[in-house]
């Protein structure tokens, strides 16, 4: 159903381009709605955007690896008060991909769209007798963030959690060498000793035969470390690599780690304009604690991203110290929610300080 026009609405955008949006129809997690907006004047498209609606009830585990009482209580107060979220934008990945116009808008105009766009997403949930707990409007930048402040999003409570991890490829950066040579000694030994130990894994890229062939055991490994992640809002659906580099070919990259010839990691990549957008991974535990398996994906991503001329790497959230100590710096994201419930929502700036998992970390300088 979607208009001719929308791929160039959307084409400053990979995350909102059809063949992307293919790939949530296709293979979203079970507990996602996806849905994919059109803004119109004068019957013609301007504007594209996209929201999902998570059933948190369906979610086998919202995180394991911190157990405690906190997260006990957490974790009931979300299955009963928040288990219907509305997302006004990607809950998948990290950034500003929620929506694209074609044409210069205002950021009042650009809020009163996405609000009226969430109205109308939870009255059609409200004709289904499903009530939406809580909307987010997700992810901007602090400049964005503060625009919107002014107008539609006034009321709603700002929040910001763990940042997006960004690094930023210097010019003179030609080869893996030259990157190498622009470390401390301190890092360039903490290479030397993650490369020793990389050795006797094979790394190569993945092709689509590959990718279905091995699709059980990708998703084992995606899915140990997705379940041992703090706080988890989804889990992949178990085609969803193989229907991705189905839709985007040559712009979706998977990279397989091999040991004595068994998969026992790999990484994948989005490759979008001039910027590398990191994607989902994972990995045996047994061969990432002995070959420091996740400090040698993160430095493949970036001779990647050097060798093939991208301006920027977009390594997300999770895992900040360790992405920080190969040159990420730390990016700030907002959003704002609200909850329908009013008493709720008077309070929501306290619960969700209570709720979020406190992230303590050293940011680090690898560069001279």
Same mark, same amino acid.
């Given at each position: 159903? =979607?208009?001719?026009?929308?791929?160039?609405?959307?084409?400053?955008?990979?995350? /909102?381009?059809?063949?992307? =949006?293919?790939?949530?129809? !296709?293979?979203?997690?079970?507990?996602?709605?996806?849905? $994919?907006?059109?803004?119109?004047?004068?019957?013609?498209?301007?504007?594209?955007?996209?929201?999902?609606?998570?059933?948190?009830?369906?979610?086998?585990?919202? +995180?394991?690896?911190?157990?405690?009482?906190?997260?006990?209580?957490?974790?009931?107060?979300?299955?009963?008060?928040?288990?219907?979220?509305?997302?006004?934008?990607?809950?998948?990945?990290?950034?500003?991909?929620?929506?694209?116009?074609?044409?210069?808008?205002?950021? !009042?105009?650009?809020?009163?769209?996405?609000?009226?766009?969430?109205?109308?997403?939870?009255?059609?949930?409200?004709? *289904?007798?499903?009530?939406?707990?809580?909307?987010?409007?997700?992810?901007?930048?602090?400049?964005?963030?503060?625009?919107?402040?002014?107008?539609?999003? @006034?009321?709603?409570?700002?929040?910001?959690?763990?940042?997006?991890?960004?690094?930023?490829?210097?010019?003179?950066?030609?080869?893996?060498?030259?990157?190498? +040579?622009? =470390?401390? @000694?301190?890092?360039?030994?903490?290479?030397?000793?993650?490369?020793?130990?990389?050795? +006797?894994?094979?790394?190569? !890229?993945?092709?689509?035969?590959?990718?279905?062939?091995?699709?059980?055991?990708? $998703?084992?490994?995606?899915?140990?470390?997705?379940?041992?992640?703090?706080?988890?809002?989804?889990?992949?659906?178990?085609?969803?690599?193989?229907?991705?580099?189905?839709?985007?070919?040559?712009?979706?990259?998977?990279?397989?780690?091999? /040991?004595?010839?068994?998969?026992?990691?790999?990484?994948?990549?989005?490759?979008?304009?001039?910027?590398?957008?990191?994607?989902?991974?994972?990995?045996?535990?047994?061969? *990432?604690? !002995?070959?420091?398996?996740?400090?040698?994906? /993160?430095?493949?991503?970036?001779?990647?991203?050097?060798?093939?001329?991208?301006? @920027?790497?977009?390594?997300?959230?999770?895992? =900040?110290?360790?992405?920080?100590?190969? +040159?990420?710096?730390?990016?700030?994201?907002?959003?704002?929610?609200?909850?329908?419930? &009013?008493?709720?929502?008077?309070?929501?700036? &306290?619960?969700?300080?209570?709720?979020?998992?406190?992230?303590?970390?050293?940011?680090?300088?690898?560069?001279?």
């Amino acid at each position: 159903m =979607l208009p001719n026009s929308w791929g160039e609405v959307a084409i400053e955008n990979e995350f /909102l381009q059809t063949n992307y =949006l293919r790939v949530l129809e !296709e293979s979203a997690p079970t507990n996602m709605h996806c849905f $994919y907006i059109g803004i119109f004047e004068n019957k013609n498209l301007i504007g594209v955007a996209l929201a999902q609606y998570l059933n948190l009830n369906k979610l086998e585990s919202f +995180g394991e690896r911190d157990k405690c009482f906190k997260t006990a209580i957490r974790n009931f107060i979300f299955k009963n008060f928040a288990s219907h979220v509305l997302f006004m934008g990607n809950n998948m990945i990290t950034g500003q991909n929620g929506y694209a116009f074609n044409k210069k808008m205002d950021f !009042e105009t650009i809020s009163k769209i996405i609000l009226e766009c969430a109205h109308e997403i939870t009255n059609y949930f409200k004709k *289904q007798r499903i009530t939406i707990h809580i909307v987010t409007f997700k992810d901007f930048y602090q400049d964005c963030a503060v625009e919107f402040k002014k107008y539609s999003f @006034k009321p709603f409570y700002k929040f910001s959690t763990q940042p997006n991890m960004i690094m930023e490829l210097q010019n003179d950066w030609k080869s893996n060498e030259d990157y190498i +040579g622009a =470390l401390t @000694k301190k890092y360039r030994d903490q290479y030397k000793r993650a490369h020793k130990k990389f050795e +006797g894994i094979e790394c190569r !890229e993945l092709h689509l035969e590959e990718i279905e062939k091995l699709e059980d055991r990708i $998703y084992d490994l995606y899915h140990h470390v997705a379940k041992n992640a703090p706080f988890n809002t989804f889990f992949l659906a178990k085609n969803h690599f193989t229907t991705f580099k189905k839709q985007l070919k040559e712009q979706f990259v998977m990279v397989g780690y091999f /040991l004595d010839d068994k998969l026992v990691g790999f990484h994948s990549l989005l490759l979008n304009g001039s910027v590398l957008e990191t994607y989902f991974l994972g990995y045996d535990e047994h061969v *990432q604690k !002995e070959n420091m398996l996740y400090l040698n994906m /993160l430095y493949n991503m970036t001779f990647y991203a050097i060798q093939n001329q991208f301006k @920027k790497i977009i390594f997300g959230r999770t895992a =900040l110290e360790i992405k920080s100590s190969i +040159g990420a710096k730390p990016i700030t994201m907002y959003g704002f929610m609200y909850h329908k419930n &009013k008493w709720i929502n008077k309070y929501i700036d &306290k619960i969700f300080k209570n709720l979020e998992p406190e992230m303590v970390w050293q940011q680090r300088h690898p560069f001279k």
